[in-house]
């Protein structure tokens, strides 16, 4: 009985020890992670940023273009316009 006993602490001490790696191994691979999340997220707000810019200029040259589209077809109704400015 007390070989068994001696076996089984052997064997809980070997666990123990591949339980206390494990968790390093996983803590570091937590930390890793949020070090990622951080950098995922200020990313996003950037992007968000960004894109807030971007819709801001499409909507100025949107309404740059609906501006000069009449006089565009307006020219391009009148015949010979389109001549006489390449001659």
Not at 3 to 22: H, I, M, N, T
Not at 30 to 57: F, G
Not at 60 to 74: F, V
Request: with cysteine; charged share 35%; net charge negative.
């Amino acid at each position: 009985m007390s070989l068994e006993l001696e076996d089984a602490k052997k064997k809980v001490a070997e666990f123990q020890k591949q339980c206390e790696e494990y968790l390093v191994i996983i803590v570091q691979q937590k930390r890793e992670a949020d070090e990622q999340q951080k950098a995922v997220t200020a990313n996003s707000e950037k992007i968000a940023v960004e894109e807030i810019k971007c819709q801001a200029l499409a909507d100025n040259a949107q309404k740059d273009l609906e501006e000069a589209l009449p006089a565009l077809e307006e020219a391009m109704r009148v015949p010979g316009a389109g001549a006489r400015r390449g001659a």
